[in-house]
T-cell receptor, first 113, second 115 residues
Framework: NAGVTQTPKFHILKIGQSMTLQCTQD?????MYWYRQDPGMGLKLIYY???????DKGEVPNGYNVSRSTTEDFPLRLELAAPSQTSVYFC????????????FGQGTRLTVV | AQTVTQSQPEMSVQEAETVTLSCTYD???????LFWYKQPPSRQMILVIR??????QNATENRFSVNFQKAAKSFSLKISDSQLGDTAMYFC????????????FGAGTRLTVKP
């Protein structure tokens, strides 16, 4: 049972470069999320999707983009990386329905230098 | 906007003892959900316990239980018979019923269980 899988686990990016963080889930969940976790802070929502073809901004979307072409995959794109995007990124998924549990990937530690 | 406050950045407890982690939240909603997530050094976020606001009874999961005080907007986590494997960051999270089920997280409490 893979659950939510994120790749890569670690990455160092230079300022101005772009990259895509991959996320896939095998639980047939419609809802998917991207969070970032900064030191001493809780997770903050970047983008979310409630189904294939539907995405929307969360609390901190600037500098990021997402797409959701399939139920399984929800990649996060960083354009023109900045040091402020140094963080740990978590992908999560959940079933539809009120108050359902979110299942998380193991996170990607991204450093922008 | 909902805010979640965890006032204890770090705590420690001796193995086999009991520890309580605090969480308060701010909301005008009457119906919502509260969660405690555990994040061990592996970084994996794991659900510990979930509480529905309209249920009076406090949720329990084996050694983990909550003290949910709706009027006080308080949601503390009690860990009984602490084990070394309980060493982790613990995050309190609030979810109001909404289109996307997104959660608001507290800043976390780092718990160390000492042998």
């Amino acid at each position: 049972n893979a659950g939510v899988t994120q790749t890569p686990k670690f990455h160092i990016l230079k300022i101005g470069q772009s990259m895509t963080l991959q996320c896939t889930q095998d639980m047939n969940h419609n809802y998917m999320y991207w969070y970032r976790q900064d030191p001493g802070m809780g997770l903050k929502l970047i983008y979310y999707s409630v189904g294939a073809g539907i995405t929307d901004k969360g609390e901190v979307p600037n500098g990021y983009n997402v797409s959701r072409s399939t139920t399984e995959d929800f990649p996060l794109r960083l354009e023109l990386a900045a040091p402020s995007q140094t963080s740990v990124y978590f992908c999560a998924s959940s079933l539809e329905g009120r108050g359902t549990e979110a299942f998380f990937g193991q996170g990607t530690r991204l450093t922008v230098v | 906007a909902q805010t979640v406050t965890q006032s204890q950045p770090e705590m420690s407890v001796q193995e086999a003892e009991t520890v309580t982690l605090s969480c308060t939240y701010d909301t005008s909603e009457n119906n919502y959900y509260l969660f405690w997530y555990k994040q061990p050094p592996s970084r994996q976020m794991i659900l510990v316990i979930r509480q529905e606001a309209y249920k009076q009874q406090n949720a329990t999961e084996n050694r983990f239980s909550v003290n949910f005080q709706k009027a006080a907007k308080s949601f503390s986590l009690k860990i009984s018979d602490s084990q070394l494997g309980d060493t982790a960051m613990y995050f309190c999270a609030f979810m109001k019923p909404s289109y996307n089920n997104d959660m608001r997280f507290g800043a976390g409490t780092r718990l160390t269980v000492k042998p």
